[in-house]
């Protein structure tokens, strides 16, 4: 029908119009508002599992943010603010290098929905950071020399890449990401070539 698709027409046109001069927000953050939180968390894991991200670090991420979503009564984009995360923050008793980590993997989430176009802003920029030094639950130190032999006596299979990582000093991600190909036995000195990461 002519008449219908001239409206059709006309109402697209004065959509396109108001959202250019912000009447309205572009339709993707319209139709984000009030989709499910849980779909676009689905979809941010899947974009991180299609961008190579390890199957432990995924479950994490959705570990994180389903607890955030459950414990905080968030049920759509427009639920998650800055004062909810703080109000949930303040009555946790996990370590602050945990909470931390909470805020660090809700960012990284708000960022994608910003970058995606399906958020117009992070309600997370105005969230300070906790402050981790001084407060670990765990003193990080390396082991002694004692504490190595004991740990290499007992090693078995793994005893060769606990060896490599004492004498490279390369972390468990670069270890596990070598290939045989990284191996350079020839020549005077042995090599590893190490994958940049970000």
Known sequence: DKQVAERKADEFLREL???EVGIIPPRIQREAVHRDLGEHIEDYVADLR???RDFDYLQ???????KLKRECHWQTLRDITADSFQEWRSRQQLAAKTLKQY???LNSFMKWLVRNGRAAVNPMDGVTRIKTRGKEVRQRRAFTVEEM???LKVAGPRRLGYLTAVYTALRRGEL???EWGDIHLNGA?????????T
Do not use: K, M, N
């Open 149 to 151: 032999e004991r740990l």
């Open 176 to 178: 596990a990401a070598l």
């Open 17 to 19: 119009q108001q959202e």
């Open 60 to 66: 994490i991420v959705e570990l994180r943010l389903g």
């Open 189 to 197: 000195y042995p090599e590893l070539c190490v994958r940049v990461t």
């Open 103 to 105: 805020f660090d993997t």
């Open 50 to 52: 299609a961008s190579g």
